[in-house]
Structure formats: C-alpha cells, structure tokens
C-alpha cells in the first residue's frame, strides 16, 4: 500500500510553554528529524489540531461517502459547495470553543489538503472499504454534538455524518 500523506508533525503544549518545556519539546523535535520525520514545535498547538480537524472534517466523510480522492473531489462543484458548508459550521463552532480561524485560513487549509494529497483517499473511505467502523463520532458528529450543545445548527456536518453512519457496519 502506498502512503500519500505528507508526513509532518508538530509537537507542542497546550498550555503557557516554559523554558525547560521548549527545552523538552525542541529535544523531541530533534529526535524526529533525525529519523527523517519533518517535525515542528507549533506555538499553538491547539489551534493547529483544529485546523487539522478542519480538513478531517471537510474531506474525510466525503472521500469515504463517494470512495474519492481528494483530487478528484475538488473537481466537482457540488462538492466544493458542500466543503464550504461544512467548513461554514466548522468555523463557528471553533469560535465558540475558543478557537478563532478565519474563513481564508480555512480555506487555505482546505485547498493545501487538496493540493498536496491529490491521490489520498480518507481513512474513512478506507475503512467503510474494510466494512470496518470510523472514526466520524470524533469527526463530523463531535461538531454535531458541540453544535447541540451550543444551539447552533449543524446540518452539512450532519448531513455527512449521517451517510457515514449508514455505510458503517452495525
């Protein structure tokens, strides 16, 4: 099997990061690198990991649903709208956890995914392959859930949501 992701990693605290933790944290970055794993201490941290949820969020379901790389997405119109959608929802609700990303941003995070993993296919689609469960409850259905819990509506995230719950196996 080929890998067609990008690789690099990033390492960081999700809190105020002291001296010795850049200390700790530069030591584990020099591990990496010199086993040839790109890594980088990310200031914050957090906001990366969402960024990253974003685009697990806008493509992941999606390439499972249709069985579509991402390349072959971005080709389709319809299928663009709908990424905007979701990262519509996306962004508000990361707002309302603290996380303020800008719909450029976003997109940018989107269209680097796109770009750079024209061939991926989403381990979702990779596991609906497999008749094996996903990890969509900690994707798409935790904006769901999140939604709910601010009283925001989520419906293209649970749109997807749902369609990858049906192609699960029970």
């Known amino acids: ?13 999700l809190t105020e990061t002291s001296a010795e933790d850049a ?3 530069a030591a584990i970055a020099t591990l990496f690198e010199a086993s040839a794993v790109p890594c980088s201490i990310a200031p914050h941290i ?3 990991m969402w960024l990253k949820f974003l685009v697990n969020c806008t493509f992941n379901a ?5 069985q579509i790389s991402y390349g072959e997405m971005v080709k389709v119109p319809e299928i663009v709208k709908l990424i905007d959608e ?6 508000t609700i990361a707002a309302l956890e603290g996380i303020n990303i800008d719909s450029e941003e976003a997109r940018q995070a ?9 061939t991926q296919v989403s381990s ?19 904006i769901v859930e999140l939604g709910k819990r601010h009283g925001v509506s989520t419906p293209f995230n ?3 949501y749902a369609l990858v719950k049906m192609l699960e196996p029970s």
Do not use: P
Not at 86 to 91: C, G, L, R, V
């Open 46 to 48: 957090k906001r990366d």
């Open 86 to 91: 979701i990262t519509k929802e996306f962004i």
């Open 23 to 25: 200390h700790h944290l």
């Open 110 to 118: 989107n269209e680097l995914i796109a770009n750079t993993m024209v």
């Open 124 to 142: 979702t689609a990779q596991d609906l392959m497999k008749k094996k469960r996903t990890e969509i409850d900690f994707l798409n259905g935790y």
């Open 158 to 160: 649970q749109a997807v």
């Open 62 to 66: 999606i390439s499972g649903i249709g």
């Open 1 to 13: 099997m080929k890998h067609h992701g990008r690789g690099e990693l990033y390492i960081g605290k």
